[in-house]
Each structure stands twice: as C-alpha cells, then as structure tokens.
C-alpha cells in the first residue's frame, strides 16, 4: 500500500504524540496500590503497521525509556525526514540537540529525527531526566544516611543488583543517555551515592552540579583524569577525558568534551 510522503508524515506526528502522551502516563506512579479500574494499553517491544512503518519500545519494567517510528519511503529519493522535520520545527522551533541527529527537547523527553538508510526514517523519543529532580529521582541523594531498604524500594524497578558494600543500578541521565549508579552502604545505611556515564551531553550534569552547589573549591587535572571538590557538600565530580589535546591545564575550568563523567556525592567507595 502506497501512501503519499505528507499522508505518512501526518501518520508519523500523530503516532508520536499519541506514544509521548502514553509514556508520560506510564511514567506516573501510581497514586495508590489499588489497581486502577482502567488498564494502560499494552506495547510490544516491535509492531509494524501499515506496509512501511514499524515502532519498537524499549521498556525498563514497566517505564518506557525509549520508542523509535521507522519509516520507508517506496522510492529511493525519500523527502519524509525533510518533511517531519519541518513540522517539528513549527510546532517546536530550532532543534536544541545536533548530536547526532536534530532533536528538540520537550518536557521530560528527547525528539530528535534523522536518516538511517537510503529512502528511511527514524523518529525517537527518549525519556530523560530532569534537571530540576534529577538529583532526588535519579542519583537519590536523600538516601544518603537513611536505611538502604528505602533507597532500594524506590528503585525497585530498575533492577537494583545488591553488592558486599552497597547496591549497583541502571537509568537515565539527562540527555536521555544511560547512566551507572552505585550507592555505598555501611552498616545497613546509605552514606554516599555516586553516577558514571559516557558523556555529558551538553555538560548538563556540569551545569546541575554548579547549579546545586555553586562555585567549586578545587580543581586539578593529571593525565586526563580532571577533578572538581566541593569540600563542604562532599562532592567530587570527575572527568576522564579520551583523545584529549595536550597539553590539558592544570587546573581546569570546565570537563573536556566526551570522554566519561562520574559525580560523587558523600562517602563513595568504588564499586569494583
């Protein structure tokens, strides 16, 4: 079945937004552990629809992390990706994510569309942290001297694997990208959490941790590896960087781009 390239883009918007509206919802905790009388619609992690189309889910239990739209055009000139864009771009305006693919940032979420084929088309959706939470519903640094069971009752969902000293779990930074986190305990009480990613996109986590806890009081750098303490709040926040120029400043202002970032908050011990 053939459908027209402004048929299939209103298909494509459409669906997104139907799919955006549905992730938000299954993101919202229950007010209650009574089951709601009305059950949230069920999605298969791959469905196809109509010829040309086809969406895959990524879930975390019951939370979706990610949802891709591919579509096909019939000929190898594909003018869709042009056209979806050109709709985002009006209903949303200059896309503030380039890498890799335009992407606008909406509430909670991620858009972005790029070609991944001749004559195909992806639409993702990924769900990201927020910035003004991400320290309580993310890193959980309000864990940090309460017992380890209600740090691990919140992330009960993500498939927290108890350690000799701690707990290791998985989730979502930011920039929608996944993030490693640990939290050390000792003695049955969380005394310190940490975060490791590949990346800081856009420096958000950078810029959060100022934001948090202001102006840092040290900083040194040594063989790629840069470290920024914030002594009273115990943070550390550390950036390796990979393929960095040299010479690197001694003592730098700001991560190197790429590379990996680790933030520490209390008493962290690794993991390892």
């Excluded at 790429?258 to 690794?270: D, H, K, N």
């Amino acid at each position: 079945m053939k459908v027209e390239t402004s048929t299939r883009t209103a298909i494509a918007l459409s669906l997104v937004l139907a799919l955006l509206v549905l992730a938000r919802a299954r993101q919202q905790p229950a007010p209650s552990p009574v089951k709601p009388e009305v059950e949230l619609p069920s999605i298969p992690p791959t469905a196809s629809i109509l010829e040309n189309l086809r969406i895959e889910v990524e879930l975390t239990r019951q939370r979706i992390d990610t949802i891709d739209v591919q579509l096909w055009e019939l000929s190898e000139t594909s003018h869709l990706c042009a056209g979806l864009r050109e709709v985002f771009t009006r209903t949303w305006g200059i896309p503030t994510e380039s890498t890799p693919d335009p992407g606008w940032s909406l509430p909670g979420t991620i858009l972005s569309i790029g070609m991944r084929e001749p004559s195909a088309c992806l639409v993702r959706l990924r769900r990201t942290a927020t910035a003004s939470d991400w320290f309580e519903t993310v890193l959980h640094v309000e864990a940090i001297g309460a017992p380890v069971a209600e740090l691990e009752s919140k992330i009960a969902d993500l498939n927290p694997h108890p350690e000799l000293h701690g707990v290791k779990w998985r989730d979502t930074g930011l920039g929608g990208e996944p993030v490693e986190l640990w939290a050390n305990v000792r003695g049955g009480l969380v005394v310190g959490v940490a975060v490791t990613m590949e990346g800081d996109p856009g420096d958000s986590t950078w810029h959060s941790v100022l934001a948090r806890y202001g102006a840092y009081d040290s900083s040194i750098q040594d063989e790629g590896v840069s470290v920024w303490t914030w002594r009273r709040a115990h943070v550390v926040f550390r950036g390796i960087a990979q393929d960095a120029p040299w010479p690197q400043p001694r003592h730098p202002k700001h991560p190197m781009v790429g590379g990996m970032a680790i933030v520490e908050i209390g008493r962290v011990l690794s993991s390892s």
